[in-house]
Structure formats: C-alpha cells, structure tokens
T-cell receptor, first 115, second 114 residues
Framework: AQKVTQAQTEISVVEKEDVTLDCVYE???????LFWYKQPPSGELVFLIR??????QNEISGRYSWNFQKSTSSFNFTITASQVVDSAVYFC????????????FGKGTKLSVIP | NAGVTQTPKFRVLKTGQSMTLLCAQD?????MYWYRQDPGMGLRLIHY???????AKGEVPDGYNVSRLKKQNFLLGLESAAPSQTSVYFC?????????????FGPGTRLTVL
C-alpha cells in the first residue's frame, strides 16, 4: 500500500528564518511523481513543483528548494528567508505508478511565519 | 482565461436534500477530478474523468455521482445529503495524455449539511 506522511503538523518560524518541510512517501512503485501544493488562508490550492522518482537532483527556484532522496523516500521542501506571505498549509501529493491518476495528499503542514 | 471555476461557492443543505456542484474549465483539459477536504486532512479523491463521457471512482465515492457530458464541465451530485458530507469540495483539471501533469484547482465549494 502507498503511504504519504507529513510528520510536521504545524511549524512556526520568525520571518527571515529558513524552514524545511518533510514528506515521506512509502511505495513499491519504482516510477512515480511527487507534487507540492500550497494552500494559503484564502483557501485556494496553488501548484508549486513536480518531481519524478528518477531525478534526485536538488532543484532551486527563487527562495524555494527541493531535496529528493529516493533511498529514504523523502521529498523535502525548504523555504529560505521565510516571509509572512509564505504562511500557508503545504501539501505533499505523490502520484502513483504508470496509469495512475490519483494524487494521494498528505495531511499537510501548517506553516506560520511570524513578523 | 478563468481557469477552473466552481458553482456555487457556499451551500447549506438539510439532510436528505439533493444538489449538484458544477465545475467548468476553459483550458481544454482532458482530465477532471472532484476532491473533498475535511478539517486537518489532505484532499481525498471522490471521482475523476479521463475524458468526455467517462467517469471513474476515486478513494471515497460513496454517496456521490458524477457526469461529464461536455469536455469542459464535470458535475458532482449528492442525491441524499448526509451530515458526513459536510466538507469543502474542490474540482481540478489536468492536461494531456500523461497522468503526471499538474492538476489545476478551482476555488472550492463549502457545503454544510444540517
């Protein structure tokens, strides 16, 4: 069975601190995709990034960076120099193997950035 | 482009009433999805469609029906609403023949069943 775990339920940081959000995906699939979505207090879901299981290179986009380690099934997301606008719930959502259409959402990590 | 839109934004029903939620997308996406989000939970897939005229069950399909008569629209129906269906409902769509394309979400519909 596939299982996605976001162990951090809530995190609070002071503005300008760096913060890392953890996601662990347990699966027997050898090929899969991982998505991160952001849900700000307004409620909409915003797509952040998609990574595949055969690409373990870190990716950086502005203040965001992602680290994927297939050996530990962990797909971590780091925000550098956090800002108040980063306050949101962040969801890790793996998509299963070939032919799968179902995103399996983690329970999310609520990030609060304090000014 | 409006992207993915949902109608209505809010609704209150009494137990046993029926209603239909409408999702529309103007991105010519093949795939469409209905999710529900409960407090403290991630989203769970109710039903999805991989093309006009096709639908399939997701993780939590009981108590819901769907139809995809037109490519741009995906309807979610509740025939006899129950308090357990109180939730926020999100529609999403994605493009192309590969399932790895990101899903674009609508703004959500907040449904309360009394």
């Amino acid at each position: 069975a596939q299982k996605v775990t976001q162990a951090q339920t809530e995190i609070s940081v002071v503005e300008k601190e760096d913060v890392t959000l953890d996601c662990v995906y347990e699966t027997r699939d050898t090929t899969y995709y991982l998505f991160w979505y952001k849900q700000p207090p307004s409620g909409e879901l915003v797509f952040l990034i998609r990574r595949n299981s055969f690409d373990e290179q870190n990716e950086i986009s502005g203040r965001y960076s992602w680290n994927f380690q297939k050996s530990t099934s962990s797909f971590n997301f780091t925000i550098t120099a956090s800002q108040v606008v980063d306050s949101a719930v962040y969801f890790c959502a793996p998509l299963g193997g070939a032919g799968s259409y179902q995103l399996t959402f983690g329970k999310g990590t609520k990030l609060s950035v304090i000014p | 482009n409006a992207g993915v839109t949902q109608t209505p934004k809010f609704r209150v029903l009494k137990t046993g009433q029926s209603m239909t939620l409408l999702c529309a997308q103007d991105m010519n996406h093949e795939y469409m999805y209905w999710y529900r989000q409960d407090p403290g939970m991630g989203l769970r897939l109710i039903h999805y469609s991989v093309g006009e005229g096709t639908t399939a069950k997701g993780e939590v399909p009981d108590g819901y029906n769907v139809s995809r008569l037109k490519k741009q629209n995906f309807l979610l129906g509740l025939e006899s609403a129950a308090p357990s269906q109180t939730s926020v409902y999100f529609c999403a769509s994605s493009y192309g023949v590969s399932s790895y394309n990101e899903q674009f979400f609508g703004p959500g519909t907040r449904l309360t069943v009394l």
